[in-house]
């Protein structure tokens, strides 16, 4: 009933209104969809009223996967330089202490999240987060690995562990590094598919092509290279390199 809801919001820090604001919406959509699609035609009739059910583990991903895409620019970082609990934020710059406010869910978490995304700061003797989420900064590095955000840098493909070529999806990994740039914040290291417009790729694929793994009959059978094929990744300025993916 109401009392056991409005305890549940209690005891998870969560607004109570906005949460029967949300359940009131819900239950308006679906009285929609039930009329203006004629549902119970087609078998697929709703049961009014809705009973929200907890979200499966691939919903839950998939929720917060949105809530980071919609807050990228939002991020903050853990840093005890700055304080106990203290985190930084681009909006405040690497300087100024940020905290998550008490209303909050996150705040109760122990220990607290490394990396986080926020709705909003309001400001007081202190500056506080409000409507944080913890997110996994592995997340953020694979976001970073799908491109097309500013925010959200690849960085340098490392040498070790060796990028490699596979023969069977024609395609080059490697790891890299990235980063968020607002903020300078590292991230962990992720295995990505090498971009087709960087010439590391094609670094890799001679390589790969010295080596025998793309052409069987190459280089032909007892041949002796004058130099190993690895050179081809960790001497670019070589001629022979440059003759080849120069």
Do not use: W
Not at 92 to 108: A, C, D, M, Q, W
Not at 125 to 149: E, T, Y
């Amino acid at each position: 009933g109401e009392e056991s809801a409005e305890d549940f919001c209690r005891k998870n820090r969560i607004n109570s209104r906005q949460m029967a604001e949300a359940h009131s919406l819900m239950q308006q959509l679906a009285e929609i969809m039930q009329r203006r699609l004629s549902l119970a035609s087609t078998g697929m009739a709703l049961q009014l009223p809705l009973l929200p059910r907890p979200p499966t583990p691939q919903q839950a991903k998939l929720i917060r996967d949105c809530i980071v895409e919609g807050l990228l620019d939002r991020v903050a970082v853990s840093c005890p330089e700055l304080g106990t609990r203290a985190y930084i934020c681009a909006d405040l710059g690497r300087e100024k202490p940020v905290y998550i406010h008490t209303s909050s869910n996150t705040f109760r978490h122990r220990p607290h999240p490394s990396v986080l995304v926020f709705n909003e700061i309001i400001s007081t003797h202190k500056h506080f987060m409000r409507d944080c989420v913890s997110i996994d900064p592995l997340v953020l590095a694979k976001r970073a690995a799908n491109g097309g955000c500013s925010l959200l840098q690849l960085g340098e493909f490392l040498p070790v562990p060796a990028p490699r070529y596979l023969p069977q999806q024609d395609t080059v990994l490697a790891f890299a590094s990235p980063s968020y740039t607002p903020l300078n914040y590292c991230l962990p290291t992720v295995e990505v598919d090498v971009p087709s417009d960087t010439i590391f790729r094609y670094k890799v694929l001679a390589k790969a092509l010295l080596e025998g793994q793309v052409v069987n009959s190459l280089p032909p059978a007892g041949a002796h290279l004058l130099a190993k094929p690895t050179l081809v990744l960790h001497a670019p300025t070589n001629p022979r390199v440059a003759g080849i993916v120069g």
